[in-house]
């Protein structure tokens, strides 16, 4: 049975429109066709220009900040292609709002991607696909409350870059926590075994992490610290003092998703941290790693 046509539409967010025509030339689709305006009460308005009806839909859009909005244009969005009948109506989101609310840390509290999660099963999405996503650090297939998902990451990606285009090539390499041990494993071979995890504590979600980490030789080392999402920096600024406090002689922060925020940029280089490299999940004047090949290496023989 011959697979439907494939046609690969760009929302407005960060440079999803960009990641979109890059996929379409990757996987040899047709580039769909969206109308997105905002009404002056900030309402998004959203129409699809071409015929979708009995044709695979892939839909690119990042929730970047602002989030909200970026949030309800993907909504409106993947609902209005089920209703134009798509056969099948895939998404990828590379960087993915609300992931870091998984669970109820505190009686009361919201579960946001549970909710997030539910919208997309209402709309009728085949398949979310994202890049490093917080509540799930492994690669590989997996279920956000119901929808099938799959996590890509852009690790290897940033480890090479560190390694041929900044010269490092045996780092002491800091990984944030336990939790991000997949991701070790998946550079080690780069990067070498010199890792270092960070144990650290917070009550809360608003204050930066206290690290608690006794023995680590980093002593005249150039020190990378990899992480999935840069925000306001708490742990790459603890990460950082750490590494210079034991004697680190630079410290490169190497991050799938930087959203630089509170002046987090001015912070790390004042902290001592020489660079910051990203992908283009959220676009950045720092985004050397564009995600798009991640993205088509895997999708050329699953779609």
Not at 143 to 165: E, P, T
Request: proline share 4%; aromatic share 8%; charged share 25%.
């Amino acid at each position: 049975m011959n697979k439907p046509a494939k046609v690969i539409f760009g929302g407005t967010c960060s440079n999803s429109s960009k990641i979109a025509e890059e996929l379409t030339r990757a996987l040899d689709a047709n580039l769909g066709r969206l109308q997105v305006m905002r009404f002056p009460d900030e309402e998004t308005y959203v129409r699809v220009l071409d015929d979708v009806e009995g044709k695979h839909v892939i839909y690119v859009q990042s929730t970047a900040p602002p989030q909200d909005t970026c949030l309800v244009e993907l909504f409106i969005t993947l609902d209005t292609l089920r209703r134009l009948k798509a056969k099948r109506v895939d998404v990828i989101v590379p960087y993915l709002a609300y992931a870091r609310q998984d669970k109820e840390f505190n009686k009361g509290e919201a579960i946001s991607a549970r909710t997030v999660a539910k919208i997309l099963d209402a709309v009728g999405v085949d398949r979310l696909y994202t890049l490093d996503v917080h509540l799930y650090r492994r690669l590989g297939p997996f279920s956000l409350y119901g929808v099938k998902a799959y996590n890509l990451s852009a690790g290897r990606a940033l480890a090479s870059y560190v390694k041929s285009n900044l010269g490092i090539e045996a780092p002491a390499t800091i990984i944030p926590d336990r939790g991000h041990t997949p991701l070790a494993n998946m550079i080690r071979d780069i990067v070498g075994d010199d890792f270092v995890f960070l144990r650290k504590k917070r009550k809360t979600g608003w204050e930066y992490p206290k690290i608690y980490e006794k023995t680590a030789d980093l002593e005249g080392k150039d020190v990378v610290i990899f992480d999935d999402i840069l925000g306001t920096g708490g742990t790459v600024l603890r990460a950082t003092q750490f590494a210079l406090s034991k004697g680190a002689r630079k410290v490169v922060v190497a991050v799938t998703h930087a959203l630089f925020l509170n002046n987090v940029r001015g912070r790390l280089r004042d902290a001592g941290v020489s660079q910051v490299v990203t992908t283009d999940s959220i676009l950045q004047p720092e985004s050397v790693i564009p995600i798009a090949p991640i993205i088509a290496e895997y999708l050329k023989s699953r779609i």
